[in-house]
């Protein structure tokens, strides 16, 4: 009877020989260790980029988020609206339910301070009536700093019959989370295209060692070797050019971060800040050791796919 | 075992490789094959192994029409026929040990049944004291009995040969045969290329010849037949 007939098929008999053939790979690349931490730096570098704007995207939103939640809205009352009056509505707005605090400046006090500040104060004088209104400054409660639901309370302050003009004094940071989610577009565009070319650069290198090991896979396909029993070493590599890309990645970013975090630190402190570099988190990090092995693989199997079918034994 | 009925191979550009072969070889036969160089020994070796596939006729080998094989069933028919080449097709970077062993790590066999196989296989070549070794430092005659070992480790029913002895003088070239001689005997079919006539005529078997691609002269224990 033959071996073929008497195939086991015994799961242990296979996870042996998955074992195996894994190891067996890793060892081939370490045999050629210079040649492998090219490829494997190659691969680094390119997920570096990625990575460490994704990181800084991050950081970012943390400090604009910040900002964000000091968010206040002027309430610029109308000309005809008395001091009295004023004072009254504040007092009527620190009741509302969406609305933490209310800073009043009445238009005698807005005068004042004009004419301290600004240097016309002849030029006030010589009017006959204050033109200055007056001025509420109002602080959202907690959950209403952020730009939409701040937006929502604007709208309402808005409705007020002694408002003239409502202001969310948001639009800069508006305007710099818009170019957040544009950057955060521009790096899944940069981790797609540099992907890509991880794929390429596995792909090649496969390549290459098929062409290398030629007379290897013809022997073994005379010999009766399954395509996928030829494959799986190859696909290994791959996998482990992929997950050795992400490692040397993760500690490119991980040293640039910590190389960074002192110097920002001391800018911080400058703006009396006491923002820090938030450096990976585990998640990211599995993320991305998940995503450059599937990319290793993804690659190799291209590669294998091609040419492993135009090598037969002749 | 073997069934060639009305087997034709041409190639690409015109050359006849074989021509409406028609001939039947028997479960433990050892039959040897023989003929000029391009007179379609490889080819219909090839055939059998399905290296290559037959332009028209049906070929059955161990009761399988290849004709009917689909491509990703030919391994599992490569399995059952253990081949041996001229020039050994061994695996360089590798120690005797692992050429030998293969055919069972490609066929899924467990690691201590390997060992114990390929051990008993290369006791029977007589290299079991070189197991260690790597192919190179070997002499041409026990490269070549390292691939008889690696051809029968598997057991298969059918053993192929394409000029086994083709580089080996005259002793050793008799000592493989004798080899050969003793896995016919356990019931392994041979088939066996070789232009050494005189080699052939001693061993007294079946011998087919080939001459520009057609079956000529199929004798039986006559070696006096064997006629050019």
Known sequence: MSVSKRLLKSPQIWFQRHVQVA???LGRMVQNQLATLMTCAVIGIALAMPLGLHVMLGNLQRISGAWDSGATISVFLKQSVSDEKAA???KELRQHQRIEGVELTTRASALEEFQQLSGYADALEALDSNPLPALLIVQPKADYTTAETAQLLVRELKLLPDADIVQLDLQWVRRLQAITVIAQRAVVVLAALLGMAVLLIVGNTI????????????ITKLIGATNAFIRRPFLYTGFWYGLFGGIIAWLLVA???????GPIANLANLYESSFSLSSLNLSTVFSLLFASSLLGLAGSWLAVGRHLSAIEPS | MIHFDNVSKRYPGGHTGLSNVTLRIEAEEMVFLTGHSGAGKSTLLKLIGLLERPST????????????LKNRQIPYHRRDVGMIFQDHRLLHDRTVFDNVALPLVVAGVGHKEIGRRVRAALDKVGLLHKERSGPITL???????VGIARAVVSKPPLVLADEPTGNLDPALS?????????????????????HDIDLINRMQKRILTLNKGQLVADTKTEPADVGE
């Open chain 1, 255 to 261: 040293i640039a971060i910590t190389l960074l975090s």
């Open chain 1, 23 to 25: 190891l067996s790979s």
């Open chain 1, 88 to 90: 009254a509505l504040a």
């Open chain 2, 139 to 145: 002499s041409g005659g026990e490269q070549q009995r």
């Open chain 1, 207 to 218: 390549r290459l060692e098929i062409q290398n090991r030629h007379a290897e896979i013809e």
């Open chain 2, 57 to 68: 006729g049906q070929l059955h080998v161990n009761e399988r029409n290849l004709s009917r």
């Open chain 2, 174 to 194: 008799e000592e493989i045969m004798q080899l050969f001689m003793q896995f016919n005997q356990v019931g392994v079919t041979l088939l066996i290329a070789s």
